[in-house]
């Protein structure tokens, strides 16, 4: 089920600005991440690539980025009132912690099938956990209504401006770290990452060519980059569930559909090898949705005979 989108005209979309705008915001509570490279992963590319690893983000993923920016753009007010957001699990963990350094008190609405252990985080972080069922319930209505009951401010996973801004940072350390790039890969669930990593990347690399990957069993932003608009589709299933959402977002695809080259998608076999090959080879652990970008260039050769590669792990 999904709420109506905001008018077009309501949007306010971000700029590169902004993410510079976060970068100054976020500094000195979110980690600098590094980047990873591995000579196996260069021999089964066919290219050198570099991984941002943002699974050693604080509370374990990008997300944190744009959490704590967006609270961080808060006016006094609303910060004392708190904040509402849903989530499957990362955004939740992410704002929960953010808004507990920041003082402020958080609600999230998750799934009742969202990972035990990203509720127990959630939870460990000070959160006031909302269950709702992803199947029959509309996560976004309850939590707007709950907002509306409580004065709060409502910063969803990624269809928000601060959010995406916040989440843009990633790209650009990266790029600041490794220089120039040919492509640039990124995890697509509802687009906050992509997008952000699309107003970074194509401010500094404008001859960068840019790539999602979502799952092959929600493949939302891929059919809406085809078509030209945001197409809506059936709850999926998937191991990537960081990843399942019924559509992008409304911020995130005005940006996506000007500055994103292509989306593609790797199915959930490929999720797992990759995963393996993150344990065994690199030393890592990474869940499923942070897979999904590496899955398509060392599962499906995405980049072969291009030099350069760039993953976010988020």
């Not at 590319?45 to 704590?68: C, D, I, P, S």
């Not at 409580?150 to 990266?174: F, K, M, N, S, W």
């Not at 970074?200 to 932003?221: F, H, K, M, Q, Y």
């Not at 959930?268 to 344990?279: K, Y």
Request: hydrophobic content about 45%.
């Amino acid at each position: 089920m999904v709420s109506p989108a905001p008018a077009p005209a309501l949007l306010r979309i971000p700029t590169f600005d902004d993410v510079r705008a976060a970068r100054a915001r976020i500094s000195g509570a979110a980690h600098r991440t590094p980047v990873l490279t591995s000579r196996t992963a260069d021999a089964r590319a066919g290219a050198a690539v570099f991984f941002k690893a943002e699974n050693l983000q604080r509370a374990g993923a990008f997300k944190f980025r744009g959490a704590y920016n967006a609270i961080a753009a808060l006016d006094t007010r609303s910060r004392q009132n708190g904040v509402v957001a849903y989530s499957s699990g990362n955004h939740a963990q992410a704002l929960a912690y953010a808004a507990r350094l920041q003082g402020v008190s958080a609600t999230v609405v998750m799934p009742q099938d969202a990972p035990e252990i990203k509720v127990a985080a959630t939870r460990g972080y000070g959160a006031e956990v909302v269950f709702y069922d992803r199947y029959t319930e509309d996560r976004a209505e309850i939590s707007l209504r709950l907002a509306a009951e409580r004065g709060a401010a409502l910063i969803p996973p990624y269809d928000h401006p601060d959010v995406i801004a916040g989440q843009g940072t990633a790209a650009l350390e990266l790029i600041e770290d490794v220089g120039e790039i040919d492509l640039l890969v990124v995890p697509l669930g509802g687009g906050g990452l992509l997008a952000g990593s699309a107003l970074s990347t194509r401010a500094l690399l404008p001859a960068c060519a840019i790539v999602g990957v979502e799952p092959e069993a929600g493949n939302d932003g891929q059919q809406s980059l085809r078509k030209g608009e945001v197409v809506q589709i059936p709850v999926p299933k998937s191991i990537a569930d960081g990843a399942i959402v019924t559509h992008v977002g409304n911020h995130n695809f005005a940006i996506l559909k000007n500055k994103v080259d292509d989306i593609v998608t790797v199915t959930d076999a490929q999720l797992v090898e990759t995963m393996r090959f993150f344990a065994e080879r690199m030393k890592i652990i990474v869940e499923p949705t942070g897979c999904l970008a590496a899955a398509a260039v060392l599962q499906c050769q995405l980049i072969l005979r291009l030099h350069q590669c760039y993953c976010i792990i988020p």
